[in-house]
């Protein structure tokens, strides 16, 4: 009879192997999966970087002293703007070869043995770093070093990113001798201290040519590669000396120089002088704030590797014209602007196509402070009101023609005592209609308004327009407490303009190679976001503020003109905001201490308006075009009176639903009362953050 008990021990044997070969199963093909997506994954990420790299043919003309050249927008070369002033290259027959060995045996002793990458190197780096628990050692040739300088400096340390640096070094080594690499990485390299390039370090750090240079300078400038910004300062330049002995130390090892040579230049005392410089130019002086805000943008979008490496066409929406009038006429203004007004700005859009034709940032030399004020936000005033009364427009809670009582107001406020705000003028012109109220900017009108309508659309209003800047989700905000700069405001007054089509202001077209291989073309994007009428009544009564409102000033005679004027608490800011059939032009004036300007007659109404209008007369004089009409003239202004609602009924104003604010939206954060009452005014603060951002104060 079998044994019972050895048998079931046998099956149980088995069935416990079983197990354990179907976990150990599973465990392996969920690491194979697990391996699987991370080189996916990696995969991605390797061809990601690659996808920065041009095409390696443009390094047989290298030169890393490429420009940048602008264009205007009928492809005329505005200027070139140099990158590296101060980079000169130099043939490696005039580098002396013992700065050659030196360099090789401080940062790749096997430089012409390896195809690019040495994996020797790298295992060991990656050992030393291990142990250390931090980066001592690298492990990158000197190909590799090149490829990081030219295509991903800005890339950070990571294992995609080395990856695709030794794909790109084995294809470089592919394509170029040894010497042509050589020569490439010594004028490409930081050395510290502002020196960009071997010849660049030779007249920094001894006054003299890299030809010039004896064995112990030598091996000190090849010390410098592995930490130039510690090394190069003047604070560690003991640290940079005994670097230089590691140097010596190193070409002895690889037979570049004897053992005695070696001590020789240890010993050899190192005169540190650096070569009496020309005096800085200024990269460019044509049009510098219109080219600055360009350079900005070329900045953000492109590594500057890729600006550096090749150089770029860039093909903008500047006119020419508009620039030297903007700049002309800001410069002969500011002459005769009241005292307290210490700068100014202005930004032409063209209607058709959002393209920004002019950007005058400032008044007086860019170079002193190279801070744009027509890109920088400012307390904007009553230059908001439009947003306000077109969105009760759109709501069709009011027409031009309906009418507002303009009379006094409490604000009966929790926190704080009761308010009564003002009108600029001090007086009540009691019922008036909306068109009078806003042709005449006052302020208790636009108060009751954005109460009525709710300020959270009246946000979603200037949004849609195409306002980009921080609004404060108070009631202040009607009056323009908020800080925004003239190139949004100019782009959302062209949403006005061409009666309710949204376009991006837009100063850049293409982005093209020295080669003309296009990098990157910009297409206007327009969409109608308002429907025509409702903003064709808001252009004609913005038409009635230039022709008999606050903004006369600002009359053309021979041709339409329609705008807004605008001045901040305490006549910190002034604005005018206005537009012809085929430009939109913003204004603004002030100081950089925020300082009131001492004079009750000083407003945007007779400062900045009068600016715009000595701008735009020299403008269509140099560039007479047809005047044009306006869409607001195809409306009857009576059909815009509301049949639905009593124009008497100011007091029952009730918000209607709105054809264009048909979605849920929220207070965040404003307190509308009963009554009289408003968001609570104390809210309603723009703080200045840095020069060019104004204040606004919610005073009595």
């Known amino acids: 009879m079998p044994d019972l008990r050895k048998t ?43 996808h920065q790299v041009p095409d390696l043919a443009f390094l047989k003309d290298y030169h890393p002293n490429s420009t940048i050249q602008i264009f205007d927008y009928k492809d005329r070369l505005v200027c070139a703007v140099e990158q590296d002033v101060n980079r000169v290259v130099v043939p490696l027959k005039k580098i002396p070869l013992v700065l050659q060995q030196a360099v090789l045996a401080a940062e790749d ?26 980066v001592v050692e690298g492990g990158s040739t000197i190909t590799q070093q090149l490829v990081k300088n030219l295509f991903f400096v800005e890339s950070g340390r990571s294992v995609d990113r080395k990856i695709a640096e030794a794909l790109v070094a084995t294809e470089l080594e592919r394509r170029y001798s040894k010497p042509e690499i050589l020569q490439m990485y010594l ?24 030809w010039e240079l004896t064995l112990p300078e030598s091996a000190f400038i090849a010390g410098l590669i592995r930490s130039p910004s510690v090394s190069g300062s003047p604070e560690h330049r003991a640290d940079a000396v005994s670097r230089q002995r590691q140097v010596l130390d190193a ?26 410089e020309p005096k800085p130019q200024h990269a460019f002086s044509t049009y510098p704030y219109y ?206 303009a061409r009666c309710g089509v949204a376009i991006t202001p837009r100063a850049l077209r293409r982005v093209e190679t020295m080669n003309g291989d296009v990098i990157e073309s910009f297409e206007s994007d327009s969409h109608r976001v308002f429907p025509e009428e ?15 409102g606050t903004g006369t000033q600002a009359r053309l005679g021979d041709r339409p003109a329609a705008g807004k004027t605008g001045t901040a608490d305490k006549a910190t800011d002034l604005w005018f905001v206005g537009f012809t059939p085929d430009m939109v032009t913003a204004v603004w004036g002030g100081n950089d201490q925020n300082l009131p300007i001492a004079n009750k007659h000083v407003t945007g109404g007779t400062v900045m308006a009068r600016l715009w209008r000595q701008y735009n007369k020299l403008y269509y004089s140099r560039n007479p075009v047809a005047p044009g009409t306006f869409l607001a003239g195809k409306y009857d202004d009576q059909a815009a009176v509301d049949p639905k609602k009593p124009e008497s009924d100011q007091n029952g104003l009730k918000q209607s639903v709105s054809r264009h604010h048909n979605k849920s939206t929220h207070r965040r954060g404003a307190r509308i009362f009963s009554g009289h009452g408003l968001a609570n005014p104390d809210g309603g603060v723009a703080v200045r953050r840095t020069v060019g951002v104004t204040e606004y104060t919610w005073g009595h």
């Open 8 to 50: 079931n021990m046998l099956v149980s044997t088995r069935d416990g192997i079983a197990y354990i070969f179907r976990i150990v199963s599973l465990a392996v093909g969920f690491s194979i999966l697990i391996l699987t997506i991370i080189a996916a994954v990696m995969t991605i990420l390797v061809c990601v970087d690659l």
């Open 109 to 134: 002793r096997h430089f012409y043995e390896h195809s690019g990458v040495n994996l020797k190197s790298m295992i060991r780096a990656a050992v030393a770093n291990l142990q250390a628990h931090q």
């Open 187 to 210: 004028n490409e390299i930081y050395f510290g201290n502002g020196a960009n390039g071997i010849q660049q370090a030779a007249l920094k750090y001894f006054g003299k040519n890299v």
């Open 251 to 276: 070409m002895v090892a690889c037979g570049f120089i004897t053992h005695v040579e070696g001590q020789h230049a240890k010993f050899y005392p190192l005169s540190f002088r650096s070569a009496l």
């Open 291 to 496: 080219v600055s805000y360009v350079l900005d943008l070329i900045k953000a979008r492109y590594s500057e590797s890729i600006a550096r490496r090749q150089g770029l066409k860039v093909y903008t929406n500047m006119d020419q014209i508009a620039q030297q009038c903007g700049e002309r006429v800001l410069a002969q203004e500011f002459k005769r602007a009241p005292a307290g007004i210490t700068q100014e700005a202005l930004v032409s859009i063209a209607v058709k196509d959002g393209g920004v034709r002019a950007i005058v940032g400032g008044a007086g030399d860019y170079w002193a402070k190279q801070w744009n004020c027509a890109t920088n936000p400012h307390t904007v005033g009553s230059v908001f009101k439009p947003f306000v009364y077109l969105t009760a427009f759109l709501n069709h809670s009011l027409s031009p023609n309906s009418e507002i009582e303009d009379a006094p107001l409490t604000v009966h406020q929790i926190d704080s005592a009761d308010y009564s705000p003002k009108n600029y003028d001090g007086k009540f012109l009691g019922k008036i209609t909306v068109r009078q109220a806003l042709a005449q900017s006052r302020n208790v009108c636009a108060v009751k308004v954005a109460q009525m309508v709710g300020m959270d659309h009246v946000i979603e209003t200037a949004r849609t327009a195409g306002v980009k800047g921080d609004i404060a989700p108070n009631i202040s905000s009607a009056l323009g407490s908020s800080a925004l700069s003239p190139l949004d405001l100019a782009g959302a007054y062209g949403t006005f």
């Open 534 to 548: 409702e903003v064709a009544w808001l252009v004609a009564v913005l038409q009635d503020v230039v022709k008999s």
